[in-house]
């Protein structure tokens, strides 16, 4: 693609922001640190802001974007009605990596929701993501800010990786504390249905209800034509160039495993503090589950980076946060999971 812009990079103060909320004023899209991930923001009323968007990212127009909000009443503006489980979680979570899925009202543009009659919303927690909202007066659609299809980014530089050039302005706010995308969920009378799974993990939504449904596309590969309850779900995703492969054992079988099968070009992602194997390039992607989440998407880029044809990695817990981990992971692979 032509580089359109000279993308700026701009700090965390308020002058800075400002000079981000006047570009969101005006239609255009900004790189936003948040505590998940980094988003393209845009106003989410803003028909024409919302589909540069979609170009930037080369995003299928059927996939919604996730709404951010700094207040309660902005809520009200963009959503038609507040179920008692939708209350009690935002009490529980808000501000925070949480997004909830409710019928929306017309202000939020059919290209925001990719054509359905709800909209995903989130108040996040990240101070710098507020104000950009906040400033800009406006409830902001923003989608991970890579390119459809590839790693999520964690760091400003890896927003520029991606969107140089298709951007005017990114604001470096740092690493972000999380690492992966916001919990999903719907409500399903009663139940919440977990959509795709985040920090705010199962064990947390438990406090809430006991009624949770995690749905099928979570962890399975859903059939090309199948009803989806969440259009992200259909798509490939998070995928470094590297074919991936997850391979579920203790530290000692996956050894042999590598050992028995590699070819030049493998790499391994191990967890911290494990032994590298000999011949076979190494990324670490952390130790416990939290860090695993902080570290995922930026150790499947760099597996791109070193040159990786063939990645085998650890196969994460899937307690807590880990939940999420192992769902990035799996879609990075394709879904392909070897159990020794
Ligand atoms: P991303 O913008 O990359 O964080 O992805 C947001 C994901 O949230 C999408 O891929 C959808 O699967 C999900 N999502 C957003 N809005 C809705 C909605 N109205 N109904 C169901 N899922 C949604
Ligand atoms: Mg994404």
Redesign the pocket.
């Known amino acids: 693609m032509q580089k359109k812009f000279k993308t700026k990079v701009l700090s965390c103060s308020d002058e800075d922001i400002k000079i981000a909320a006047q570009l969101i004023c005006s239609s255009q899209v900004v790189g936003m640190p948040t505590e998940t991930?980094y988003?393209l923001a845009a106003d989410a009323t803003d028909a024409v802001a919302v589909s540069r968007i979609f170009v930037a990212k080369g995003?299928p127009s059927d996939?919604?974007?996730?709404v951010h909000i700094s207040s309660m009443s902005m809520l009200s503006d963009i959503v038609e009605e507040i179920p008692e489980l939708a209350v009690k979680c935002a009490e529980a979570f808000w501000p925070g990596p949480l997004?909830m899925?409710l019928p929306?009202k017309n202000i939020i543009p059919p290209v925001t929701?990719?054509g359905?009659d709800?909209?995903?919303v989130r108040f996040p927690s990240d101070e710098t993501a507020r104000k950009l909202i906040s400033f800009s007066g406006k409830p902001l659609a923003?989608?991970?800010a890579n390119l459809s299809g590839s790693p999520?980014p964690t760091t400003a530089k890896h927003v520029l990786d991606d969107m140089n050039g298709r951007i005017p302005a990114i604001i470096d706010g740092g690493s972000c504390n999380v690492g992966v995308?916001?919990t999903?969920i719907?409500f399903d009378g009663d139940a919440i249905r977990l959509?795709?799974p985040g920090f705010v993990s199962v064990e947390m939504l438990s406090e809430i209800t006991e009624n949770i449904i995690i749905d099928k596309g979570v962890l399975e590969q859903l059939a090309l034509n199948a009803k989806?309850?969440?259009?992200?779900?259909k798509?490939k995703h998070y995928s470094p160039k590297a074919d991936i492969y997850i391979i579920k054992s203790d530290y000692d079988s996956f050894v042999r495993y590598v050992n028995e099968n590699k070819q030049s070009g493998d790499a391994v992602m191990l967890f911290d503090g494990e032994a590298e194997i000999d011949e076979v390039k190494t990324v670490f992607y952390g130790e416990t589950s939290q860090q695993q989440a902080q570290r995922v998407f930026g150790a499947l880029r760099e597996c791109d980076e070193i040159g990786a044809k063939r990645v085998f990695a650890r196969c994460p817990s899937t307690e807590g946060v880990g939940l999420a981990v192992y769902n990035r992971l799996l879609r990075a692979a394709g879904f392909k999971l070897i159990e020794l």
């Open positions: 991930v988003g995003r996939n919604p974007l996730i997004t899925v929306k929701s990719g359905l709800t909209v995903g923003a989608p991970s999520s995308e916001s999903v719907s959509l795709r989806v309850s969440s259009p992200g779900m798509y």
